[in-house]
């Protein structure tokens, strides 16, 4: 298997502008993480899915952020509009049980 | 809200001994996870506890979980410089899995 695949693993885009990041998970996994990380907030949890149904996503920041998951081998993030203050390294995850973590997208909004 | 809460924030030591990092945590759990991150990098979990567990081993990490305490922590004997990184605590319900903020681990040569 070749793990949780991301995409793009870089993106760089001007304030305003619509950012999605792809994620397809491990294939038999049920559940699926979006995270956020930065110096000053940390890992912070986004939402999650468990057998494609979001289960929590109060800590997804704003309206401006969505999550979808249309089947078990695909997941989306959308930020819209971006802002700089959304720079970060976003990543997915998903599990059974331990998760599994994605190489990260690093998302810079100028 | 973050659950586990790891100590110290930050530990330097000499290669070759050992570190301990320690994660308290607020609620009930089913199990107890430690990850690491390398700069740049994804986590990569390690080691994982079950609540009905009080020990585990895995190669050079020894994991305890406290359950009456709600704390855990994490031994690395015999440091290497390889271990520098960030080490997370990961605390696991029925329902989802939440990260600490993690201790930083530098090894000296």
């Known amino acids: 298997d070749a793990g949780v695949i991301q995409s793009p693993r870089h993106e760089v885009t001007e304030m305003g502008q619509e950012v999605t990041l792809r994620c397809k998970p491990i294939?038999?996994?049920?559940?699926l993480f979006w995270y956020r990380q930065t110096m000053m907030r940390g890992l912070e949890l986004l939402i999650y899915?468990?057998?494609?149904?979001?289960?929590?996503d109060s800590g997804m920041p704003e309206d401006r952020f969505s999550a979808k998951m249309p089947n078990a081998s695909f997941s989306t993030l959308k930020i819209q509009p971006s802002e700089p203050r959304d720079s970060a390294v976003y990543f997915c995850?998903?599990?059974?049980?331990?998760?599994?973590f994605g190489p990260g997208t690093r998302l810079t909004v100028l | 809200s973050q659950q586990g809460e790891e100590d110290p924030q930050a530990l330097s030591i000499q290669e070759g001994e050992n570190a301990t990092m320690n994660c308290s945590y607020k609620?009930?759990?089913?199990?107890l996870q430690w990850y690491r991150q390398n700069s740049g990098r994804g986590l990569v979990h390690l080691i994982l506890?079950?609540?009905?567990?009080r020990e585990k081993h895995s190669g050079r990490l020894r994991v305890t979980l406290d359950t009456s305490k709600k704390s855990s922590s994490l031994l690395i004997t015999a440091s290497r410089a390889a271990d520098t990184a960030s080490y997370f605590c990961?605390?696991?319900?029925?329902?989802?899995?939440?990260f600490g903020s993690g201790t930083r681990l530098s090894i000296r040569p």
């Open positions: 609620t009930s759990i089913n199990n």
């Open positions: 899915f468990n057998n494609n149904v979001p289960i929590d």
């Open positions: 995850a998903s599990s059974n049980d331990e998760q599994f």
């Open positions: 294939s038999g996994h049920n559940s």
């Open positions: 506890i079950r609540s009905n567990e």
């Open positions: 990961a605390t696991g319900s029925a329902s989802k899995i939440i």
